[in-house]
């Protein structure tokens, strides 16, 4: 018996690489918290959109920039276990899981992070050729200049792992980054 090829799925788990640069100070930062909505990627495709023109980003990383803050949102909204009911109202009280979003220009670069509350690490997936997801982290590293994750620990005698950063950064060209 033959097992086809979508049946399996090597995966890698990702290592943990540095952190991206600090903020250095610039006016360049802007983050928004999401709701695991079927909302939350058209709006965060526009958040994106709106800030990398006003800082006179869009036409050069704009899209490169979506594309992988799209993959790796929905990474984090699945890595959660949380996604929206479709039976939901404003009076549930039922807990919808959330993530962090900032963009931001450091050290001559764009980076994106999406935060989430899961404590799983990242893997690539070599999906089949008729699978629909497993690409995100993989158009990533396709399309930004670096990448990777860390862990967010709380200040405690364990540093117990609350969550985790995954981040793409994008190198400026001279004349970008002075907004």
């Not at 640069?21 to 994106?48: E, K, M, N, W």
């Amino acid at each position: 018996m033959s097992v086809p090829t979508t049946a399996v799925r090597p995966c890698q788990t990702v290592p943990t690489r540095r952190r991206p640069p600090r903020h250095d100070g610039g006016d360049c930062r802007d983050s928004v918290g999401l709701a695991a909505l079927p909302v939350a990627i058209p709006l965060l495709r526009s958040f994106a959109r709106a800030k990398l023109s006003a800082w006179g980003l869009e036409s050069a990383l704009g899209w490169q920039c979506r594309q992988v803050l799209s993959e790796l949102a929905t990474n984090a909204f699945d890595a959660t276990g949380h996604p929206a009911p479709s039976d939901l109202d404003v009076s549930d009280d039922r807990t919808l899981a959330m993530i962090l979003v900032q963009l931001r220009v450091s050290a001559g670069q764009l980076i994106a992070e999406v935060r989430d509350p899961s404590n799983d690490r990242p893997e690539l997936a070599t999906p089949g050729t008729d699978e629909e997801g497993g690409r995100g982290l993989r158009l990533a590293h396709s399309l930004a200049n670096e990448w990777g994750w860390y862990p967010i620990t709380r200040n405690d005698s364990k540093n117990t792992m609350t969550g985790k950063v995954v981040w793409a950064s994008w190198l400026l060209a001279r004349e970008e980054g002075n907004p």
